[in-house]
Nanobody, 116 residues
Framework: QGEFVESGGALVESGGSLRLSCTASETMWSVYLMAWYRQAPGKERELVASISGGSSSNYADSVKGRFTISRDNSERIVYLQMNNLKPEDTGVYYC??????????WGQGTQVTVSS
């Protein structure tokens, strides 16, 4: 099993909601910082949201007010609740550690497709 296993992606209509889950390995979880990224077709991977060990969070401007990142330390799971989804939210979503040298191997991601 890899360092990150993402799930929860689906095809939804614009305005819909999804909750993504990511289970991290013990090694990655020990870094405390966690983040969700996404990669749209033909675009670079971008940081969507991050959360510290103390659960303070930061969001990309494009998702503020619509997405919420949270974590379950007992299960080593980080969640991304996505509400009021838009077609521009379409992409493959990944989780990882938001640190240039502590980042782990990328998982397979989970596909989110928002239809207009």
């Amino acid at each position: 099993q890899g360092e990150f296993v993402e799930s929860g992606g689906a095809l939804v209509e614009s305005g819909g909601s999804l909750r993504l889950s990511c289970t991290a390995s013990e090694t990655m979880w020990s870094v405390y910082l966690m983040a969700w990224y996404r990669q749209a077709p033909g675009k670079e991977r971008e940081l969507v949201a991050s959360i510290s060990g103390g659960s303070s969070s930061n969001y990309a401007d494009s998702v503020k007010g619509r997405f919420t990142i949270s974590r379950d330390n007992s299960e080593r799971i980080v969640y991304l609740q996505m509400n009021n989804l838009k077609p521009e939210d379409t992409g493959v979503y990944y989780c990882n550690v938001p640190h240039p040298t502590l980042k782990g191997r990328w998982g397979q991601g989970t596909q989110v497709t928002v239809s207009s």
